[in-house]
């Protein structure tokens, strides 16, 4: 459907702030956000039960909790609830907190989705490959519509989304730098050739949010 004409200026897409934060462009409602929210977590969990079922990991505070998870025998959704505790502190400090319980709603629920997938979707064989493409592009298109209803798995994303909202520099990319650290020190845990498809699907994930998650793209109506 085309917007209404209206004689109200647009914003500059090239200098307009992340709108994940800015509230004068979002227009969803609350049952929005819970279906949105729910939605995010749900394909975002699922994405990682992929991954795990592969022996791959991925980049964020997802895989470094599966990273963890392999070398402890720890289960996921601990490692992540307590892995993201310090990033919820500077989710408070940087982004307020409508921001901030979004996100702690959205880790919480992650965490509670992986026993509930564990369970109703046992995983005894899967093709690595497969798992882990498709486990990162599940998780990138969960993390998106996080996005887009102002909200994140905590971890990196939300020194992502800062960088991007000060400096310009896309989420995504910001994000990619340090997904690739995680990933190489996976090498200490996992074999080298894990190690290369957990790459090669992180670098997936995160096109998927560099490439569809640009300031002044998306204004949520």
């Not at 004689?7 to 200098?15: E, L, S, Y």
């Not at 979002?26 to 969990?45: C, M, N, P, R, Y």
């Not at 520099?169 to 996992?190: C, K, N, P, Q, Y």
Request: a neutral charge.
């Amino acid at each position: 459907m085309m917007d209404a004409v209206t004689d109200a200026p647009r914003p500059d897409p090239d200098t307009a702030p992340s709108l994940v934060f800015d509230d004068r462009a979002h227009a969803h409602s609350v049952a929005e956000d819970v279906l949105g929210i729910a939605t995010g977590t749900f394909l975002a969990s699922l994405g990682l039960h992929l991954l795990h079922a592969a022996h791959a990991v991925t980049g964020g505070t997802a895989g470094l909790s599966l990273l963890l998870g392999y070398a402890t025998g720890w289960p996921f959704w601990a490692l992540f609830t307590l892995i993201n505790v310090p990033f919820a502190l500077l989710a408070v400090w940087r982004r307020g907190w409508s921001f901030t319980i979004r996100t702690v709603i959205s880790i919480v629920l992650v965490s509670a989705w992986a026993p509930v997938h564990a369970a109703l979707f046992p995983i005894v064989q899967i093709e690595p490959w497969y798992g882990t493409l498709a486990g990162n592009l599940l998780a990138g298109v969960g993390v998106l519509i996080l996005f887009r209803h102002r909200s994140s798995v905590g971890g990196i994303n939300i020194i992502g989304l800062e960088v991007q909202d000060r400096t310009g520099f896309r989420a995504g990319w910001t994000m990619m730098i340090f997904d690739l650290v995680i990933i190489l020190s996976a090498l200490l845990v996992v074999p080298w050739q894990n190690v290369v498809m957990s790459a090669v699907g992180a670098v997936l994930l995160n096109l998927v949010l560099a490439l569809n998650h640009r300031p002044g793209r998306y204004l949520g109506h």
